[in-house]
Structure formats: C-alpha cells, structure tokens
C-alpha cells in the first residue's frame, strides 16, 4: 500500500503569504492519480486539484499543483482569509485510494 | 453536476449493522457516468476510502473493510447504500458519499455529500 506523508503538519501563515504544501508518497505514483482537496470546519472536502496539476471547475487561479513520481506539492500564491483550512492530498493504488494525513493552514 | 446526501441513523450499537444510503440528486445514477462512493472520517482524523459501486453493481473495497463491508445500488431510486457489519466504536465516524468520474478511472471525488455522523455506542 502506497503511503502518503504530508508536510508541515500545521503551517501558521498571514493573509497574502505563499503557502507551499508537500505531499510524499511512498512510491511512485501516476500523476494522473494526484489530487488535493479542501476542508473546513463542519464540511465536507471539496476537490480543488486532480491530475497533480489540473484545477477543478470554479477553482482560484491562486491554486496550483505541481510534482511527479513521489513528491507532489500544492501552492497557494497569496493567502485569502477563506483559505485557512486543512488540505488533503490522495493517491489511487493497488489497495484503492488513500489519503494523506493533512496539513493544515492556520491564521498566523 | 450532481448533488448528493447521506441518510440513516446517527446512533449503531457495537456487533449491530451500519446502514447509510446516498441519494443522488441533479442526474440518473444510472448514467453511466459516475462511480459511487463512501468515505470516513473519525472525529480530527483523515479520510478513509472504505469502497465503490459502479451502476452495473461491480462493486471495489478497501481491503482492511473488505470483509464487513457491502455497498449496493437502487436505480428506481436513484440511491447506494453501505452496509458496514460487525461495527465497533472505532467505526464511530462521519461518513460521506462521494461521486468520481468513469473518464477519469474513478481517480478523483467530485462532488461529496455533506456527511453524517454515525456514533458506535451502547
């Protein structure tokens, strides 16, 4: 079974910061089976990324994803304040699909 | 795009049976174009894939759940249900259904419901 790792665990960033969002597999995986989703409080995930880099529909532009084989990483180029969330990155393997722990993007 | 939500009960007691079921709202689940799905997620946990139901009733588990686990499909409907057997309290979660797209394997969750708590307890 594939493992992701996600890092940091917790990021304390301001409003109009970068924040940059590892996600580390275990082994190799297809970028066609990367995706990053969204979490707040009381809701559920929203995708925002899938193929490692394609943004899903209505999704900011402030979003983007990049990587290849075991290292995927999410950016956000300026934090808005509705950012501030937990973010889920989840691969498909032999086993079905897995997700990593999350990171999550608090208010500095 | 389709909208999905999760009913049944919020309270299972341990050795008893969870029973949820999806309904599907905005397209046919007989469409062909979705596969369906449930996630978990114990409270300040992460996601768990427990499986999927495609419309032609194939069905894919996660292999730790495999043996407790039973998802079906009800066209006239327009509903899949999860059954989860032999529950504990570590099955204590909030469970979401989830649709992905055929096009693209199945590799991605878009859109979820919006959950619903299921407690295990006595």
């Known amino acids: 079974e594939i493992v992701l790792t996600q890092s940091p665990g917790t990021l304390s960033l301001s409003p109009g910061e970068r924040a940059t969002l590892s996600c580390r597999a275990s082994?190799?995986?297809?970028?066609?089976?990367l995706a990053w989703y969204q979490q707040k409080p009381g809701q559920a995930p929203r995708l925002l990324i899938y193929g490692a880099s394609s943004r899903a529909t209505g999704i900011p532009d402030r979003f983007s994803g990049s990587g290849s084989g075991t290292d995927f990483t999410l950016t956000i180029s300026r934090l808005e304040p509705e950012d501030f969330a937990v973010y889920y990155c989840?691969?498909?393997?032999?086993?079905?699909?897995?997700f990593g722990q999350g990171t999550k993007v608090e208010i500095k | 795009q389709v909208q999905l939500q999760e009913s049944g009960p919020g309270l299972v007691k341990p050795s008893q049976t969870l029973s949820l079921t999806c309904t599907v709202s905005?397209?046919?689940?007989?469409?062909?174009?979705?596969?369906w799905s449930w996630i978990r997620q114990p409270a300040g946990k992460g996601l768990e894939w427990i499986g999927r139901?495609?419309?032609?009733?194939?069905?894919n588990y996660n292999p730790s759940l495999k043996s407790r686990v039973t998802i079906s499909v009800d066209t006239s409907k327009n509903q899949f249900s999860l059954k989860l057997s032999s529950v504990t309290a570590a099955d204590t979660a909030v469970y979401y259904c989830?649709?992905?797209?055929?096009?693209?394997?199945?590799?991605?969750?878009?859109?979820w419901g919006q959950g619903t708590l299921v407690t295990v307890s006595s």
């Open positions: 989830a649709s992905s797209l055929v096009w693209s394997g199945g590799n991605w969750f878009d859109p």
């Open positions: 139901i495609y419309t032609s009733g194939s069905t």
């Open positions: 905005g397209g046919s689940i007989s469409s062909g174009s979705y596969y």
């Open positions: 082994q190799s995986v297809s970028s066609s089976y």
């Open positions: 989840q691969q498909y393997g032999s086993s079905g699909w897995t």
